[in-house]
């Protein structure tokens, strides 16, 4: 039909710990959701998996984004900019990106804060 149905899920080191709403029939969607996620100080990845809700099989992967600790190292002043979707499986084709803001807070206890906003996908 020209559109999809998409969602995003985030994990953290392969677990799965937000789920977006669906925004319905739309290439562009805007979520406008905010989280607050605390990050073990051994975390490795965080990754957004961006997918498409389909009522009759098995929701799609459209593809995925991902940083890790060692790239949030190496900008310790955050990272902001276009990031291309990725393959989740290498027979699907995928095309898209999303403009991510991600910045590390500061620490509560052992624990780190991750600000990661959404700013625009296509």
Known sequence: TG?????????IDDEA????????KTLSPFWGEEYEVHLHPTFHSVSIYVMDEDALSRDDVIGKVCFTRDMLAEHPKGYSGWMS???VDPDEEVQGEIHLRVEVQGSQGSQQLLCCTVLEAR
């Not at 710990?17 to 319905?24: C, E, L």
């Open 3 to 11: 559109s999809s149905d998409p969602y995003c899920i985030v994990k």
């Open 17 to 24: 710990i937000i789920r977006t709403a669906t925004v319905w």
């Open 85 to 87: 979707l990725s393959e």
